[in-house]
């Protein structure tokens, strides 16, 4: 399957660097689906940098940079718009409780995943929700920094100190 990437990436480069084949003319974001369905997109404006190196996907633009294993890519693609996860969109029922070195959450659907994102996009965690919908996620062991809580319905910024 790495393989199978590996050359679709591969052949998203040489798309990129064609000057984007007659269908993806239009285009104007690169996006980039993991395999927990969440998405990174890159606008085409910015000229993004696609490397794959050593069993990560790398794409870095001046404005971000995502930084994954290849075999979280779930699919990549051109699109002409693209809806970002607003980060500070917040659904009431699942707004997390942050106090000092935790983030708890409420009212989940049982085994939810909260997966955890440095504000570069590289992967730093996980954690599921128990049988009650609830997690607690213990930030001590994340270390200082700006982080990414990601649930299936809203992505909440926090600084750890």
Known sequence: MTKTVLNRLVVL???MVLGLASK???????????????QAGFAL????VV???DG????TSPSQTLE??????????????????AIDQIKEDVKPVIRTGMAQFENLKPGTNINIYTIDGRA??????????SVNIDLTTLGAGIFIL????????????
Request: glycine share 2%.
């Open 24 to 38: 993806a003319q239009t285009a104007q974001f690169l996006i980039v689906t993991q395999q927990d369905d969440t």
């Open 13 to 15: 480069v040489s798309v």
């Open 56 to 59: 990560m996907l790398k794409v």
């Open 51 to 53: 490397n794959c190196t």
């Open 45 to 48: 404006s910015e000229q993004p």
């Open 124 to 133: 730093a965690g996980k954690a599921v929700a128990n049988n009650n919908g």
């Open 68 to 85: 994954v294993e290849l075999n979280n890519v779930k699919n990549y693609a051109f699109a002409e718009t693209f809806q970002p996860t």
């Open 150 to 161: 990601v649930t299936p319905t809203a992505s909440y910024k926090i600084y750890n100190q």
